[in-house]
């Protein structure tokens, strides 16, 4: 009897030591996303895409792993959250601005914060904060892609409309929302061809492989592409099962082919 005790008391042990280090995984998912609308003068562009920060500090690991191959760092909500010094925040903005220009998309858990303490920092750091607008980049070829961000869907203030009204109706659009839910607000004939997101952290969590939400992944559903991120922090408990932290280096590019 003691001896299954002690056994039990080890697995027990064992995993939750698994559900830790699957909690603060550097870990980096490296993914070619072709569009046939994608202006072929850019070549590629690499984006790098992080979600759900929440309490944890960004390592140099991360940074280091993609240093040199990242042309704009988008952070998809929840940097932050109730209990979390600014000066964390400061700190895990200054990491990723080592990568390159930084545009934050606000998340739910970023209105525990006072946002207009947050938006001074932001600023203060040359942050791009989308709250239902848009940003273009430029070729030396003249031709533009657009990166949208709208509010969360918590503060019912999410309008992929206003965010469009600077973009050019052509163009190619990527929409930037922290909740994957926003995808089911998307008209086809706003454009949207691709849409980043995080959230739901893959489920965090998953008992004999069933969770509240599925695991984070790419998919395509209305002729545009989603990512739905398990995100780089977690909520509540820092543990992990079946849904390891993630960020995502991308690749965008012109072409036909979705390996996924």
């Known amino acids: ?12 042990a064992g995993l939750l030591f698994y559900m830790f280090k699957e909690a603060f995984a ?3 998912v490296y ?7 994608f202006p072929e003068s850019f070549g590629e562009v690499n984006l790098f895409f992080i979600s759900d920060i929440h309490r944890r500090r960004i390592s140099d690991q991360i940074i280091e792993k993609v240093k040199g191959n990242v042309d704009i760092v988008i952070i998809g909500g929840d940097m932050t959250e109730k209990g979390v010094p600014l000066e964390r925040v400061k700190d895990n903005i200054l990491q ?3 990568l390159g220009p930084v545009i934050f998309v606000r998340g739910n858990n970023d209105y525990e914060i006072e946002i207009p303490l947050l938006d001074s920092l932001f600023l203060s ?11 273009f980049f430029e070729s030396k070829q003249g031709e533009r892609f657009y990166i949208l961000g709208v509010d969360d869907l918590s503060t019912n203030r999410a309008d992929i409309d206003q965010a469009l009204i600077e973009t050019d109706d052509n163009s190619f659009k990527i929409l930037v929302s922290h909740n994957p839910e926003m995808n089911r607000k998307i008209r086809e004939d706003q454009g949207i061809s691709l849409m980043l997101s995080g959230h739901t952290h893959g489920g965090q969590i998953h008992i004999l492989g069933f969770s509240l939400y599925e695991k984070g992944r790419l998919k395509r559903e209305h002729n545009r592409t989603i990512l739905i991120s398990n995100g780089y922090g977690t909520t509540g408990v820092p543990l ?7 960020t995502h280096l991308l690749t965008i590019c012109q072409g036909h082919n979705q390996s996924f």
């Open 31 to 37: 993914q070619e996303l072709q569009f046939v609308d």
């Open 26 to 28: 550097d870990r980096v």
């Open 125 to 135: 750091l040359d942050v791009k904060v989308l709250v239902n607008r848009s940003i």
């Open 240 to 246: 992990r099962l079946g849904a390891k932290a993630e």
């Open 1 to 12: 009897m003691i001896f299954i005790l002690i056994l039990c008391f080890l697995l027990g």
């Open 96 to 98: 990723l601005k080592k």
